[in-house]
C-alpha cells in the first residue's frame, strides 16, 4: 500500500492541527484490510508509536497524546487522519502513517510538525 502524508506544519503550543494519510492507488478493500497507524520520530529519538486503529476502528494511543489526539479511518476514501489537539513543543517531530496486514508494512514519507513554545 502506497501512503501520502500531508498536514503538517509549524504551530503554537495549544493549537490544534490535522494530519491526513492516504493510499489513492489502493484497492478500497485491500486499504480496508490493514491496521493503520500514525508513529513520530523527533530528532535524535527513536521512531515511537502514536496511534493505531484496526480495521474495525478500535483505536490505541500512546500516553503521551490520550486525550489530545484523534485516530480515525475513512474507508471510503481511504484515508486515515490525526486530530492533534492542545498540542506541546514534545509533540514536535516527524509523523508517519503505517499500514500494516500480518507482517506486511507500508511506510508514507514522513510530515513535520513543529510547535513552539
Known amino acids: 500500500v502506497q501512503l501520502q502524508a500531508f498536514g503538517g506544519g509549524v504551530v503554537q503550543a495549544g493549537s490544534s492541527l490535522r494530519l491526513s494519510c492516504a493510499a489513492p492507488?489502493?484497492?478500497?478493500?485491500?486499504?480496508?484490510?490493514?491496521?493503520m497507524g500514525w508513529y513520530r520520530q523527533a530528532p535524535g529519538k527513536q521512531r515511537e508509536l502514536v496511534a493505531t486503529i484496526t480495521t474495525s476502528g478500535r483505536t490505541n494511543y500512546a500516553d503521551s497524546v490520550k486525550g489530545r489526539f484523534t485516530i480515525s479511518r475513512d474507508n471510503a476514501r481511504k484515508r486515515v487522519s490525526l486530530q492533534m489537539n492542545s498540542l506541546i513543543p514534545d509533540d514536535t517531530a516527524t509523523y508517519y502513517c503505517?499500514?500494516?496486514?500480518?507482517?506486511?508494512?507500508?511506510w508514507g514519507q514522513g510530515t513535520l510538525v513543529t510547535v513552539s513554545s
Open positions: 492507488r489502493a484497492i478500497t478493500s485491500v486499504f480496508n484490510a490493514h491496521e
Open positions: 503505517n499500514a500494516k496486514q500480518g507482517l506486511n508494512l507500508s
